[in-house]
């Protein structure tokens, strides 16, 4: 077969990848940056504000449910929702969500599980977040929603989309400097600024490429629900709770000791009593021997309020597809799965996402520039006289 059809389809594919990398750049720096920060945020927010996260298990008895009637004392007029468990060995207060009234911004409480002593408190949304006041939580904000609510989401996942066919058109059109830039074989070329800048885009994409699909599906799996009519409903995209609140006669302490009865080696995350219609509690966690891929939120064990009965036990290894996509996602994207190594490495990867941008655009400018340059014709090179013989004297 002729190369012709190829050659057309490469350029096809540059195309793509220009226009998409083009499109989406000024969304891509800002969401690769402060993904780069949020690898960090638990610790970034321990040393910004050491006072709400320092607890001391010496000061007296742990107490889950001690520390749910502190969030409700400290937000009498929200919705306690739910308590997010630190892992095992790291002694930090509880952040205890709360909804706001009337359909409200979502309300945390920083308790110590220990003493139920109130540290803070924080409000989370966009336009109630502040930087100055919670950096992270804002930054988290930024990353997801570029602080604009509903509509900033829907930017943040058309920007998704944009970086994964940015990847794949850029796979197929570089593919065979691929090999040479991931083994550091291809050089830095230093003739011009485009020559450099040029190898450095393949450099940057090259050793990207895989980690920036991870981030750009991932991402995109997780704020699926923007396509959906229910998304739209509410400024911040989140349902408001409807009908009495749920209630229990047992304790969260005395629920979560009975989801450890039923699931041995059971480490929680998340605690929640929730009305599905009747009251139940539900339990997130991981197992101990489960792969950390999974991230810590997909085992699960709920519990019937009023007497504690075990109504389902769950584990990954037995969800559909599905659900299994739902539990691989936020751990793949956020990088929590493996260790300090992995987190430089998507820590790079957030840079690598703007310095692509930035050398991808420069590259474009320069192609555009010189396609709108007049052609230069050369200068007409005069023919040589024949001779016809010797000159008359």
Same mark, same amino acid.
Request: net charge positive.
């Given at each position: ?35 780069? /920060? ?11 504000? &050491? ?5 001391? &298990? ?35 207060? %509880? ?108 450099? /940057? ?13 991932? *991402? ?23 009908? &009495? ?31 599905? &219609? ?14 950390? %891929? ?44 493996? *260790? ?44 040589? /006289? ?8």
């Amino acid at each position: 077969m002729p190369p012709a059809p190829r050659v057309n389809l490469t350029r096809l594919a540059m195309r793509i990848h220009s226009w998409s990398g083009l499109l989406g750049a000024l969304v891509f720096v800002v969401v690769g940056l402060s993904g780069a /920060v949020l690898v960090f945020h638990q610790e970034l927010d321990a040393a910004l504000f &050491p006072r709400l996260f320092e607890v001391h &298990p010496g000061d007296g008895e742990l107490s889950y449910q001690r520390a749910i009637e502190t969030a409700q004392r400290a937000f009498p007029e929200a919705r306690v929702r739910g308590l997010r468990v630190p892992p095992p060995g790291e002694p930090r207060s %509880l952040a205890i969500q709360a909804v706001g009234p009337r359909g409200g911004p979502a309300l945390i409480a920083l308790v110590d599980p220990y003493t139920g002593a109130l540290r803070g408190t924080r409000i989370w949304g966009s336009g109630h977040t502040r930087f100055l006041e919670d950096p992270v939580s804002w930054t988290y904000l930024l990353h997801y929603q570029l602080t604009a609510g509903q509509v900033g989401q829907l930017v943040v996942v058309l920007a998704s989309i944009l970086l994964a066919l940015s990847v794949l058109t850029g796979t197929f059109v570089y593919r065979k400097q691929l090999a040479r830039a991931f083994t550091l074989r291809e050089p830095l070329r230093r003739k011009s600024w485009a020559a450099r800048f040029a190898s450095l885009h393949r450099l /940057v994409g090259a050793w990207t490429l895989v980690l920036n699909l991870v981030l750009a599906v991932s *991402g995109l799996w997780m704020l699926r629900a923007t396509f959906t009519a229910d998304f739209w409903k509410r400024p911040d995209g989140r349902p408001a709770p409807t009908g &009495p609140a749920p209630r229990s006669a047992h304790s969260y302490d005395e629920a979560l000791a009975a989801a450890r009865r039923a699931l041995p080696g059971f480490e929680p995350s998340w605690m929640e009593l929730r009305a599905l &219609p009747s009251d139940r509690f539900v339990i997130l966690g991981r197992h101990t021997q489960e792969t950390k %891929l999974y991230g810590r939120y997909a085992s699960a064990v709920v519990l019937d309020a009023s007497n504690l009965g075990v109504l389902e036990v769950r584990r990954p290894e037995t969800l559909p597809v599905g659900e299994k996509l739902n539990a691989l996602a936020f751990p793949l994207h956020q990088g929590h799965w493996g *260790g300090l190594p992995v987190k430089l490495l998507y820590v790079l990867a957030g840079i690598g996402v703007p310095m692509l941008s930035l050398t991808g655009t420069l590259l474009w400018l320069r192609r555009t520039r010189r396609r709108a340059q007049p052609a230069t014709r050369p200068e007409p090179v005069p023919r040589p /006289v024949p001779a016809t013989g010797a000159s008359k004297g």
